[in-house]
């Protein structure tokens, strides 16, 4: 109580009778991992379709590429399954 006292009277901000105190967060994200033998394997070197060279013209390459629905297109509200 003494510390939240003496950070009130340091940094506190009265408003409207009330007194309103700034605060600063860090949200910190991390990320853990582990292999296992169900993950997928790395295919192949040189078994890419397109080179790393060609990702300037990636907007081309996606145009010409056949379009495959996701569920989410392929529900249709009004029709009965």
Request: net charge positive.
């Amino acid at each position: 109580m003494a510390a939240a006292a003496i950070y009130k009277q340091l940094y506190g901000n009265k408003e409207s009778g009330k007194y309103f105190i700034p605060a600063t967060f860090q949200i910190i994200y991390m990320l853990g991992w582990k292999p296992d033998v169900s993950q997928p394997k790395p295919l192949p070197r040189g078994s890419g379709e397109m080179s790393l060279k060609d990702l300037y013209r990636l907007d081309e390459v996606i145009s010409k590429t056949k379009k495959m629905p996701l569920d989410d297109e392929t529900h249709d509200p009004g029709k009965e399954k």
